[in-house]
């Protein structure tokens, strides 16, 4: 038997590769199906069953290409819903997988298709659990995505999520591996763990919602405590999860076509497209396609695309690295935004050399900051609200990058004012969103809020009220 965890760390999901005497199932695979086909090849093995724990919010998953593409069915657990075809598992049905047998537990509250699939190995002991969002580790699946106005609630979804963990999970065996869906950084859930993998045994002594102690009401309660609105491309590919999307390979196809900048900007123009900038953000500030947004392939890319922009089917113009375009498509694919229409030949440097408008970003140190600081001086803090509670400049106004355009009207339009985040990523995205926005009065602070503290500018820090 073998078990791997393929770990995709800008959307923090696990995808799983199980094998047993040449056959393989997937759990939860990403958009790009290749690295499973490859890897059952390699093996000369065959990939007979497609497990899905439920209809994904935060990704689009590749069942249906690699259902099409390995003629394996895709397996769902009760009161799923697509609209190809698919295996709707009945509670605890096996499946045989050479030596070993996967079972289908029905466990609701996440969503109420969601089903965690317990792996028996050869000798018919329980080996582990492929827990999706309903059980994470140090937390367990937000409750709130999967509510219908009138039907049910995100209180209705947490109590069904307290009997799923009590009569299906928290029975099991506390060496029985749990392998969730999720680690720190998703949006599915609150206060992940950064580990990936966890015996159920120590997530009943360290998860919040597994204490033996607990009550319904109090479970409710703690689980839907804090929740924030989810990103708005959430719904958007649970549909395309359910109802089946693109060719992967159409998509590259489409989205990797070369243009040069005289029809870059063209379409940019005529289809109302964003121009959306990949690069580094120090490649950014020096210089950009004036109202492109930046967005950078090394952070958490996809998420913050699918945030900010929200809408899939927005058309897209790519400005990247050099040998980049593909992974930046890729990338894309995997929140739902299929319509990148091409990147620019020869980057930004080919946008210069045809002698067209461009724009850059102010920056300056913290140290200089220090220096002009007053107690007139705006500063805005675009890190999530929990980061700028723990510790924030102390005339700071906290505008969290998630809900940027919540925020647009608390910008001054003439008066310069600072903006900055934990290191600089994600000021530079917000920067972007203002510049677009026909607001250009900002200045970044470099290395942002670390290098704040490490230039001796006076914070303030949250103290624990046990502490007091």
């Known amino acids: 038997m073998k078990i791997e965890q393929i770990y995709t760390g800008c959307l923090a999901q696990g995808a799983y590769y199980i094998e047993s005497k040449g056959e393989v199932a997937i759990i939860d695979p990403l958009r790009e199906t290749t690295p499973y086909i490859t890897r059952a090849k390699k093996n000369n093995a065959k990939i007979k069953y497609i497990f899905e724990t ?10 249906v290409t690699l259902a099409k593409e390995t003629n394996a069915p895709i397996v769902y657990g009760p009161n799923a819903n697509p609209t190809f075809n698919a295996i709707i598992a009945k509670d605890e049905q096996e499946f045989k997988l050479g030596d070993i047998t996967i079972i289908a537990l029905h466990t609701p509250g996440h969503t109420m298709e ?6 028996r ?25 999967a509510q219908k106005s009138g039907e049910i609630t995100e209180r209705d979804l947490a109590g069904y999520l307290f009997d799923s963990l009590r009569n ?8 029985v591996i749990v392998y969730p869906a999720h680690g720190a950084g998703s949006a599915c859930g609150k206060n992940l763990s950064k580990d990936t993998i966890d015996t159920l045994g120590n997530q009943k002594k360290t ?15 703690e689980v839907i405590d804090g929740l924030l609105p989810p990103p708005e491309y959430f719904p958007l590919n649970v549909k395309m999860n359910r109802e089946g999307y693109a060719d992967i390979a159409d998509v590259l196809e489409k989205g990797t076509k070369e243009l040069d900048p005289d029809t870059f900007e063209a379409l940019a123009n005529s289809l109302n497209a964003i121009i959306l900038d990949v690069r580094h953000q120090d490649d950014y500030e020096k210089g950009h396609i004036p109202r492109s947004i930046f967005i950078g392939l090394d952070g958490s890319f996809a998420p913050w695309v699918g945030a900010l922009i929200a809408d899939v089917k927005q058309p897209l113009l790519l400005v990247t690295p050099e040998g980049k375009e593909e992974e930046a498509v890729t990338r894309l694919s995997r929140v739902g935004f299929d319509n990148t229409l091409g990147f620019l030949k020869g980057g930004f440097n080919a946008w210069k050399k045809a002698t067209k408008e461009y724009d850059t970003v102010s920056s300056i ?4 900051l220090k220096k002009s600081l007053t107690k007139d001086t705006i ?14 400049m102390l005339t700071a106004i906290n505008t969290p990058l998630d809900y940027i355009n919540d925020y ?3 910008f001054p339009n003439t008066k310069t004012f600072y903006i900055h985040c934990a290191g600089g990523y994600r000021s530079m995205i917000a920067s972007s969103i203002l510049k677009s926005r026909g607001i250009h009065n900002l200045i970044n602070i470099s290395g942002g809020f670390t290098a704040i503290k490490d230039v001796g500018i006076e914070v303030s820090k949250y103290i624990c009220p046990s502490t007091l």
Request: charged share 25%; net charge negative; no cysteine.
């Open 365 to 368: 140190s913290a140290l200089t």
């Open 168 to 175: 299906k999970i928290m029975p099991l065996a506390d060496d």
């Open 121 to 145: 190995d050869e000798n018919g002991k329980d080996y582990a659990i492929f827990s999706g969002d309903t059980l994470f580790l140090g937390d367990v699946g937000r409750p709130d995505l």
């Open 207 to 221: 998860n919040y919602a597994l204490r033996s102690n607990m009550s319904k009401e109090e479970f409710i309660n």
């Open 379 to 392: 500063v805005f803090d675009v890190r999530k609200e929990s980061e700028f509670i723990s510790e924030h």
């Open 114 to 119: 969601s089903t965690t699939f317990l792996l």
């Open 54 to 63: 439920h209809f994904h919010a935060d990704f689009v998953s590749g069942h």
């Open 408 to 410: 647009i009207g608390e």
